[in-house]
């Protein structure tokens, strides 16, 4: 199964920007990247997905390296809102892997 | 709101015993994921149907079964209950790529 390597915790002042790096250093080729965020006594929430080019949306941009071996989830203007464990999962035919998680930590 | 409902939300039983957890998923999505939530696992992947049929399986114990209905509705079976099958269950449905999960099964197994 395809893993993904996430630092346990971060921390961010609020409207500052955020850098939640991941790496996936055994993806494969028909591997998705995706990310989702957990927020205490809630079920995860999608984020962001993408396959090899950056990518963004009204939450957030995914930067994926060109060797597709790491990627960095990227929240422009982080709020208290933002406070969550943010997942990392490599998707290969629709079999979810999550790794263990970043907790974000946002100060105000 | 995520459009997908899990019922019971709370569900407290003993060793040995047998529940059934329920899942709807969002308005004309096909796929229904079951995934288990516990303190020293994370989050597991347990079983993908898609229109009825199964089409990937996880982490998921031979105790453990589940189906989806005519109507797209999903129940997971948990049987012959342990100890160490205390954990939050979600369910999750999707169109295409992107998951909507539940809120959420807490099973507490005593």
């Known amino acids: 199964d395809a893993k993904t390597t996430q630092p346990n915790s971060m921390e961010s002042n609020e409207e500052e920007p955020v850098h939640l790096p991941c790496n996936h250093s055994?993806?494969?080729?028909?591997?998705?990247i995706h990310w989702y965020r957990q927020l205490p006594s809630q079920g995860p929430e999608y984020v962001i997905h993408?396959?090899?080019s950056n990518v963004n949306n009204r939450m957030a941009s995914l930067a994926i390296a060109e060797d597709r071996k790491s990627s960095t989830l990227i929240l422009h203007r982080a709020t208290l809102r933002d406070a969550a464990v943010y997942y990392c999962?490599?998707?290969?035919?629709?079999?979810?892997?999550f790794g263990s998680g970043t907790k974000l930590n946002v100060k105000p | 709101d995520s459009g997908v409902t899990q019922t019971p939300k709370h569900l407290i039983t003993a060793t040995g015993q047998r529940v059934t957890l329920r899942c709807s998923p969002r308005?004309?999505?096909?796929?229904v994921y079951w995934y288990q939530q516990s303190l020293d696992q994370g989050l597991q992947f347990l079983i993908h149907?898609?229109?009825?049929?199964?089409?990937a399986k996880g982490n998921i114990l031979e105790r453990f079964s589940a189906q989806q209905f005519p109507d797209l509705h999903s129940e997971l079976n948990l049987s012959s209950l342990e100890l160490g099958d205390s954990a939050l269950y979600f369910c999750?449905?999707?169109?295409?790529?992107?998951?909507?999960f539940g809120p959420g099964t807490r099973l507490l197994v005593l």
């Open positions: 999750a449905s999707s169109a295409r790529e992107t998951q909507y």
């Open positions: 055994t993806i494969s080729g028909t591997d998705y």
């Open positions: 993408g396959l090899t």
């Open positions: 999962i490599l998707a290969n035919f629709n079999k979810f892997y």
């Open positions: 308005s004309g999505d096909l796929s």
């Open positions: 149907y898609y229109n009825g049929e199964e089409r």
